[in-house]
């Protein structure tokens, strides 16, 4: 179950630093790169503890953050543009 949460953290938080980069946001990807490297710590020690029984943990946790990463930033870019307009 670490390895899940883990998992779905570092993928969320990739998607999430992919697009801070694409839109040159240097604050938000300074400060989410903390973020990254706790994440990827914690999948490691995940990792390390379960061996290769964290193989599905892994892959339900990748799909769970780039769908949760996809929803929010589509989300937080609708917010944007109304408060924009």
């Not at 790169?33 to 706790?38: E, K, M, R």
């Not at 710590?41 to 953050?65: H, M, S």
């Amino acid at each position: 179950m670490t390895a899940l949460i883990a998992t779905a953290a570092l993928v969320f938080l990739r998607a999430i630093q992919q697009q801070n980069v694409q839109h040159r946001l240097r604050l938000a990807a300074a400060l989410t790169s903390f973020g990254l490297a706790a994440a990827e710590a914690g999948l490691v020690l995940a990792i390390v503890d379960t061996g290769w029984a964290a193989v599905p943990w892994i892959g339900a946790g990748g799909a769970i953050g780039v769908v949760l990463a996809i929803e929010t930033h589509h989300r937080v870019m609708q917010w944007i543009v109304t408060k924009i307009s």
